[in-house]
């Protein structure tokens, strides 16, 4: 089992910056990749940003160049920095991660932090 808790998230201006950080606990050693989604009012959950164990991004076209993933393994942490945030972005955004202990695959998801971007 893993366990993730998010923070960082909050209220800021268009152009403005957010760093989330999303702590994992348990048996964090079974981790394939970690990564954000978001979940807008009225929209489907969307993957943001997500980087696996080998060090690979993965990003959606409408966060590149904005948001930057990445990951301190002494901490078991994982960050998102968010900058030039837009209204479009505002969204709860929700800390995921695969595992893969013994071949048996497992997803877990954070509670999820609110990030509202004011126009």
């Known amino acids: 089992q893993v366990q993730l808790v998010e923070s960082g998230g909050g209220l800021v201006q268009a152009g403005g910056s957010l760093r989330l950080s999303c702590a994992a606990s348990g048996s964090t050693f079974t981790i394939t990749d970690i990564g954000w989604y978001r979940q807008a009012p009225g929209k489907q959950r969307e993957l943001v940003a997500n980087i696996n164990s080998g060090g690979s991004e993965k990003y959606a076209d409408s966060v590149k160049g904005r948001f930057t993933i990445s990951r301190n393994n002494a901490k078991n942490t994982v960050y998102l920095q968010m900058n030039s945030l837009k209204p479009e972005d505002t969204a709860v955004y929700y800390c995921?991660?695969?595992?893969?202990?013994?071949?048996?695959?497992?997803?877990?998801w954070g509670q999820g932090t609110q990030v509202t971007v004011s126009s």
């Open positions: 995921n991660c695969n595992t893969n202990y013994r071949w048996v695959l497992n997803q877990y």
